[in-house]
C-alpha cells in the first residue's frame, strides 16, 4: 500500500477536527456544530488511512495491514467503552450489536467489495491460502464463542456468567496473540501479496519508502487522528441516539452506525489494495480487523462489565446467528482455492443487503 508521503493537509485536518471538538465543549449548542462535528470525523477518517498507509510503506507487510487494523479497534473498544459508562446497563448490548455489525460490514460488505472491484479490474485475482486458511479458522473460533455459544450456556438467556466471560475474554485473548505472532514473526511469507496478472500492480513504482522522519511524523499523526475520530463520535452520539430513537430505528441500528465509522478507514484501504491487484492486502486487512475487533473488544468490555457488575449481553438471536453462520460458511467457500473472481463479490453484496434489510426491517 503505497500513499504519496505526508502532505499538509493530512497534518492539518486532524487538528481541525480536534479543534471542532474543543469548540464543542465550549459551546455545544451552537448551531451547526454536529454538522462540523462530522465534517471532522470524516477528515479525521480520511487522515488516518493516509498515515497508515504511509507507515505500512515504511514496515512493509503484513506489518502495515495490522497497524491499521489495530488502529480501527482501538477506535471500536474506546467508543464502546465509552458509551457503556455512559449508558449503563442499559448498553450491555451494545458491544454485541457493535461487534456483530462489524463481521457482517468486514465479511460481506469490505471483502464482497473487494472481491467486486478488483475481479472486474483484473478478472482474477490471487492470494496466499495458507494465511487465509489461518486467518478464517481463528475467526471463526472467536467469533462462534463470543456470539453464539452465549445462548447455550447453562442458565444462560446470550450472558456468561462472570467466570465464563473471564475465561472466554482470555481465550480470545490468546487467540488474537496467537495469530498476530503467526502472521508477523513465524509465517509472514504467507501474508505476502500475490500477482497473478501479468501488468504490474498499481502500486509497483519508482516511490521510495519514506525516511524515518516522516514515518515518525505519520505515527504521531495517526494518534491525532484516532483521538479525533473518537472524541468527534463520541460527541455526535447524544444527538445520533436520539435521531435514532425519534424515527424509531431498531436498537442495533446504533451498533451498526459505530461499526461502520470505525471501519471506514478500512474500507478505502481494501479499496485501493483490490484496484492495485493486491487482493492479499485486502484480505489482511479485513479479516485480521474482525480478529482484533473481537479479540480486543470483548477483554475490555468483559473487565469493565465484571468490575461494575453488569449482565454483559453477547448471545446474538436467531436470525443473527443464522446470517453469521452462512457468512461464515460463503467466506470459506469464496477463499478455498487461492483465486477469486466477481461472482463471490456479488454473493458477498447480496448477503450484505439481506443483514441490513432484516436490521432495518425486522
Excluded at 75 to 86: K, P, R
Excluded at 316 to 328: G, H
Aim: charged share 10%; glycine share 6%.
Amino acid at each position: 500500500m503505497i500513499t504519496p508521503h505526508n502532505r499538509l493537509w493530512s497534518l492539518a485536518l486532524p487538528w481541525f477536527s480536534l479543534g471542532i471538538v474543543l469548540l464543542y465543549f465550549m459551546l455545544p449548542q451552537l448551531l451547526g456544530i454536529v454538522i462540523l462535528l462530522s465534517i471532522g470525523l470524516m477528515a479525521s477518517v480520511i487522515c488516518a488511512v493516509h498515515h497508515a498507509e504511509v507507515i505500512a510503506h515504511k514496515v512493509g507487510e503484513p506489518f502495515g495491514t495490522l497497524v491499521l487494523a489495530l488502529s480501527v479497534t482501538i477506535i471500536e473498544v474506546a467508543l464502546i467503552v465509552s458509551m457503556m459508562l455512559s449508558g449503563g446497563e442499559a448498553a450491555m448490548g451494545l458491544a454485541r450489536d457493535t461487534i456483530f455489525a462489524a463481521i457482517m460490514i468486514i465479511l460481506n460488505g469490505i471483502i464482497g467489495l473487494s472481491l467486486l472491484v478488483g475481479g472486474r479490474k483484473h478478472q482474477i485475482q490471487g492470494f496466499n491460502l495458507e494465511g487465509v486458511t489461518a486467518a478464517l479458522g481463528t475467526m471463526t473460533i472467536i467469533t462462534v464463542i463470543a456470539l453464539i455459544v452465549p445462548n447455550y450456556v447453562a442458565n444462560s438467556s446470550g450472558i456468561y456468567n462472570p467466570t465464563q466471560l473471564l475465561f472466554m475474554a482470555f481465550i480470545t485473548l490468546v487467540l488474537f496473540a496467537a495469530f498476530t505472532a503467526f502472521q508477523t514473526i513465524g509465517h509472514r511469507e504467507y501474508f505476502l501479496p500475490v500477482i497473478l496478472n501479468d501488468k504490474p500492480s498499481v502500486d509497483v513504482t519508482s516511490l521510495a519508502p519514506p525516511s524515518l522522519q516522516t514515518t515518525w511524523i505519520s505515527v504521531a499523526s495517526l494518534l491525532v487522528s484516532l483521538i479525533a475520530v473518537v472524541l468527534s463520535a463520541k460527541a455526535i452520539s447524544p444527538t445520533l441516539e436520539k435521531l435514532l430513537e425519534h424515527v424509531g430505528a431498531p436498537v442495533a441500528t446504533l451498533g451498526i452506525l459505530i461499526a461502520a465509522i470505525v471501519l471506514l478507514p478500512e474500507f478505502g484501504a481494501a479499496m485501493r489494495a483490490a484496484k492495485a491487484d493486491k487482493l492479499q492486502s485486502s484480505l489482511n486487512l479485513a479479516i485480521g480487523s474482525a480478529i482484533a475487533s473481537i479479540g480486543l473488544t470483548i477483554p475490555a468490555v468483559t473487565i469493565l462489565a465484571v468490575i461494575m457488575q453488569w449482565p454483559l449481553e453477547l448471545g446474538l438471536d436467531a436470525k443473527s446467528s443464522v446470517l453469521l453462520v452462512l457468512s461464515l460458511f460463503i467466506v470459506s467457500h469464496s477463499l478455498r482455492t487461492g483465486n477469486t473472481t466477481m461472482l463471490p463479490g456479488v454473493l458477498h453484496i447480496c448477503l450484505f443487503a439481506i443483514y441490513l434489510f432484516l436490521s432495518f426491517v425486522p
